[in-house]
């Protein structure tokens, strides 16, 4: 699976992974390792109680501070008072480091810096949350790509000199000669990454006014004529 | 091979010489596929490929059943909501719209080598590509004093047709103030919210008639799909009627006696006026006979549903090991597009796009109060992962309810559509 990342463009690039497939949350293997940072409060598995920390079974879409019977923090009472759920994300920031989503939080933890170790310890929680096999609504156990365009629109097959046609259009902005001094750069990129780009901004999933207005006027043929012909300038 | 009628009738020492004779007449070189089990994976499957193929590949449907009756809704006829035809589905139209060639018979066995497929008639039929939607069976002794010849008597109606049919007549022949004891799966188990839906049917048309009967759950598991919805629904509409018996309280330990008609609960004898046992579960058997399972299901690979066992076998829907996706006509029906694009690519020159799969259960609480969950699944490199889900909220109106369970109406017609044509 090729992933494309301009970097250059990191505002409004988008990070596309090419072909079919979620991400794991992370190794869960690797995060029952890091897991012992853990073990000398927290307890997860088959008799997990509270201890010094609470248990985390079941810890993925719980509410914070639910644990009846635990004695959580003022603080970690009023960051749940105030709606604060377990998820994927909220736990990334907690992990990364306590304080920095729960101020008062008595887990004294110095947190962990490195996203790698903070999504492959969150896998490995992951494994005591229920299944969603079993109950649908259960947390996701992936990330997953991020777009939703009908596969027949990507199917389009372009034909470069219509799009060479289209283009001039294009080129008032974007370098044709792939530079970038402030307008992202569009030559070379895969033509099913352009063509999901040109949709989200003709769906306004992207937010940019004026790619907004042009791709709103552009057909499903006509983007991926320019895709074609943008992908393939060096050639 | 064609068959020789002289031959066929006749002697005994002749036919044992021959071959087992083809189902299906010569192909003229067209590639074939085979899909056992006519539900909806299955069924699915073959249409789409067979639709989707412009006459270029041969498909054949094994499935038993002349008359499919859906498990989805099939709680709606328990609790008098449908009737049983409005259930019952035909494959005519698969037959004479598509050209599926549908066979009315059982797959008995597999030869992976050969490439043909047994049939209980006696028959054979080669494939090119098999797929398997054979759903579930149950395992044997899962529930102490269980077995399929109790089950006129304790019917788990989780394979619909006559069992649902039997276990209506048995809640409404209950006594007054009788008790209804279901016996609930553990994990995994076809349609997680489905037993929980039945119990709500099951108080809704006590409801009406008996309404000091009583309904007991003995749940060896200790959560449940949609438990909160359930659970709130449950107190809102047939308050004091249902007790729901998970582990904590002995609810995995359970014996039952079809003879005396009692419930034996982690030591306490129920008297029960009707009882539902729905045992535990594992994939249709001919998965196994095929050697694709891994203890009790088939693993499959995320992106086409082909079984790690063998490239040009693929299983669908509940027999499979699917990820984190349920166990549901939803989620099967979603399979078998996947899994239909994917056989196309690989015996003709279709084009093959990524995987993309999806779910929604709904659920009918009591009349005009319907609930769903569900949620979007893409293959990663280990498993079917859930990438997003939703699901009802506790404190919606009854006009967002009702407009759920109309919703569901609409699916049903849908996805029966998508099915049979």
Known sequence: MKTTCRTAVIALALCVAQGAGAQDLGDAARGETLFRHCKACHQVGQGAKDRVGPHLNDLFGRRAGSHEGYRYSKAMMRAAAGGLEWHADTLHIYLENPKNLVSGTRMSFAGLPEARDRADLLAYLRVFSADPSDIPEADPTATGTDHTIDPDILAIVGDPEYGEYLSSECTTCHRADGGDSGIPSITLWPEEDFVIAMHAYKNAYRTHPVMQMIAGRLSDEEIAALAAYFGSLDQ | ?421
């Open chain 2, 1 to 421: 091979m064609t068959l020789n009628r002289r031959v066929f009738i006749g002697s005994a020492t002749a036919a044992a010489t021959l071959t087992a004779p083809m189902v299906q007449a010569a192909s003229h070189g067209k590639p074939r596929v085979v899909v056992v089990g006519g539900g909806a994976g299955g069924a699915t499957a073959a249409r789409y490929i067979a639709k989707d193929s412009d006459g270029e590949i041969d498909v054949i449907l094994i499935e038993p059943t002349k008359t499919y009756y859906t498990c989805f809704f099939s709680n709606l006829v328990i609790g008098g909501f449908r009737d049983i035809e409005s259930i019952a589905h035909s494959y005519g139209t698969l037959a004479r719209e598509y050209g599926v060639n549908v066979v009315h018979d059982w797959a008995v066995g597999v030869d992976r080598d050969a490439k043909s497929v047994a049939l209980a008639g006696g028959g054979s039929v080669a494939y090119d590509k098999l797929i398997l939607g054979p759903g579930i069976d149950f395992i044997d002794g899962s529930v102490p004093g269980w077995d399929v010849t109790a089950q006129n008597v304790m019917p788990h109606a989780y394979k619909a047709g006559s069992q649902t049919e039997l276990l209506k007549a048995q809640v409404m022949a209950m006594p007054e103030g009788g008790t209804f004891v279901m016996v609930a799966p553990p994990n995994p188990f076809r349609c997680p919210p489905g037993p929980y839906e039945r119990v709500s049917m099951v108080a809704h048309a006590l409801k009406q008639g008996n309404p000091t009967a009583k309904i007991i759950i003995a749940d060896p598991k200790e959560n449940f799909s949609k438990q909160g919805l359930f659970e709130e629904g449950w107190e809102q509409h047939y308050p004091g009627m249902i007790t729901r018996i998970g582990p904590d309280f002995g609810g995995e330990n359970v014996t039952v006696n079809p003879d005396e008609m009692t419930v034996d609960i982690d030591g306490e004898v129920i008297k029960a006026a009707a009882c539902n046992v729905i045992p535990a579960q594992k994939a249709g058997r001919i998965a196994e006979l095929a050697g694709v399972t891994e203890g009790n299901w088939a693993p499959v690979n995320p992106t086409d549903m082909s079984s790690k066992a063998d490239p040009d076998i693929y299983v669908l829907g509940d027999a499979a090991a699917q990820g984190d996706m349920p166990k549901s006509g939803f989620s099967a029906n979603s399979q078998a597009k996947v899994c239909a694009n994917a056989v196309r690519g690989a015996l003709t020159d279709a084009r093959v796009f990524p995987a993309k799969y999806a779910n929604t259960c709904w659920s009918l609480i009591a009349a005009e109060d319907g609930v769903k969950v569900g949620a979007a699944y893409e293959p990663t490199e280990e498993k079917i992962a859930s990438v997003d889900s939703f699901i009802s909220q506790n404190d919606e109106d009854a006009a967002t309810r009702a407009a759920t369970y109309r919703e569901s109406l609409g699916w049903y017609d849908g996805i029966t559509a998508d099915m049979f044509g």
